[in-house]
């Protein structure tokens, strides 16, 4: 699947599977991410800021550039995932 450069704004996509899907350059921003499977995905460039991420797959998703301010990310599972922000390990390691 591709969603390059789509606009999902606020999405509910709670327990997708989007396992290898191409969202490159997209805005996720504020979306409902919960349970959602993007193993193996490319998100490279992809705007996540305040999604929610509680129980989401990212395991080998290509994440660079991808951008997860203020995003809550619940027991979202970022294994084997490739360039992963450097702010996002902030979220899911806070001190």
């Avoid at 704004?9 to 290898?20: D, E, K």
């Avoid at 191409?22 to 993007?38: K, N, V, Y």
């Avoid at 995003?71 to 001190?95: Q, T």
């Amino acid at each position: 699947a591709r969603f390059d450069q789509a606009f999902m704004f606020r999405a509910v996509l709670i327990g997708s599977r989007l396992t290898g899907a191409s969202i490159r350059r997209a805005t996720l921003t504020g979306a409902a991410l919960e349970g959602t499977d993007f193993s193996g995905a490319d998100l490279s460039g992809s705007l996540l800021n305040g999604a929610h991420l509680d129980g989401a797959l990212f395991r080998g998703a290509q994440l660079k550039d991808a951008r997860f301010v203020n995003a809550v990310p619940g027991g979202a599972d970022f294994s084997g995932a490739l360039e992963m922000p450097e702010h996002l390990g902030a979220l899911l390691h806070p001190d």
